[in-house]
């Protein structure tokens, strides 16, 4: 079964520098997504991606975050200047349609020293 | 806001027992709501969506407008149903997923 894909599965930082994190979707599916986790808290949306343009952005996802599809496989969300409050499980997701279940990757474990 | 609240954070029930993971979301419109299951070590993986009304691996959830609840319900609980689940809701407008912090399923033998 295909599977979203996610790279690396752990991410250590020192604060102030600049990360991207890396997906693979589903190759037909059309809409992207990233989701964090902080330890202890529940799963939160950031932003969701369709047609090479964000569709939706929360509150979190401000200036110091962007999203990118640089190829044909690839889904990236860069963070720059990173605070010790960006430690997170970062997720990636991705549906066929907007209105289709979201399938998750594995993760991404971001560390800020 | 919209919101879903999963109350019980552990909920531990010996094999064999039935098992109710309770959900219950604030939306006044018509809400999308999935059920999604995470085993140990694995990724978040769909096990339920209200629309399809399925039973997926036993479990079961019913959509209850009248009390904004989309409990999960297995009668019978197994040892490999130890996992995290999490309640999700989407709703018209968008598709984003809100979560509810998950309730950490142990069966005991």
């Known amino acids: 079964e295909p599977e979203v894909t996610q790279t690396p599965s752990h991410q250590v930082t020192q604060m102030g520098q600049e990360v991207i994190l890396r997906c693979v979707p589903i190759s037909n599916h059309l809409y992207f997504y990233w989701y964090r986790q902080i330890l202890g808290q529940k799963v939160e949306f950031l932003v969701s991606?369709?047609?090479?343009?964000?569709?939706?952005k929360s509150e979190i996802f401000d200036d110091q975050f962007s999203v990118e599809r640089p190829d044909g496989s690839n889904f990236t969300l860069k963070i720059r200047s990173t605070k010790l409050e960006d430690s997170a499980m970062y997720f990636c997701?991705?549906?066929?349609?907007?209105?289709?279940?979201?399938?998750f990757g594995d993760g991404t474990r971001l560390s800020i020293l | 806001a919209q919101r879903v609240t999963q109350p019980e954070k552990l909920l531990s029930v010996f094999k064999g027992a039935p098992v109710e993971l309770k959900c219950n979301y604030s939306?006044?419109?018509?809400?999308?709501l999935f059920w999604y299951v995470q085993y140990s070590r694995q990724r978040l993986q769909l096990l339920l969506r209200?629309?399809s009304r399925e039973s997926i691996k036993g479990f079961t959830a019913d959509l209850n407008k009248g009390e904004t609840s989309f409990h999960l319900k297995k009668p019978f609980a197994q040892e490999e149903d130890s996992a995290m689940y999490y309640c999700?809701?989407?709703?018209?407008?968008?598709?984003?997923?809100?979560f509810g912090t998950g309730t950490r399923l142990k069966v005991l033998a």
């Open positions: 209200h629309i």
């Open positions: 997701a991705s549906s066929e349609q907007g209105n289709q279940p979201q399938h």
């Open positions: 991606f369709y047609n090479n343009e964000i569709s939706e």
């Open positions: 999700a809701l989407s709703y018209s407008g968008t598709y984003k997923y809100i």
């Open positions: 939306y006044s419109g018509s809400p999308e």
